[in-house]
Nanobody
């Protein structure tokens, strides 16, 4: 059974940094796409950054240059380093995974496994 557990959220001022962690439990195999979504109040859940089993990463334009995705050596923990945070980055951040060869979609409904979410609040 796949389980994802996020941690690392919190409150920071604009320009600050946070690092989110997603601990992954269960068997993932060699074909998966894992990443982060976020959902601000009153808005839909949007994809932020993704990585496939081969280590290829994708980061959406709105956070490119500020957010960095990485994994630990045994690929059991996914990290999202968030720098130069802006108030518009405030949201609940979710870790998610889908079992596919590539990260060929960032649509919420295509991801079958989700963590519980962690709150990120950026004040101006």
């Amino acid at each position: 059974q796949v389980q994802l557990v996020e941690s690392g959220g919190g409150s920071v001022q604009a320009g600050g940094s946070l690092r989110l962690s997603c601990a992954a439990f269960g068997y993932f195999g060699s074909n998966y796409c894992m990443g982060w979504f976020r959902q601000a109040p009153g808005k839909g859940r949007e994809g932020v950054a993704f990585i496939d089993a081969r280590g290829t990463t994708f980061v959406v334009d709105s956070v490119k240059g500020r957010f960095t995705l990485s994994q630990d050596n045994d690929k059991t923990t996914l990290y999202l380093q968030m720098n130069s945070l802006k108030p518009e980055d405030s949201a609940i951040y979710y870790c998610a995974v889908r079992f596919s060869r590539y990260c060929d979609t960032t649509v919420e409904r295509d991801f079958g496994y989700w963590g519980q979410g962690t709150q990120v609040t950026v004040s101006s």
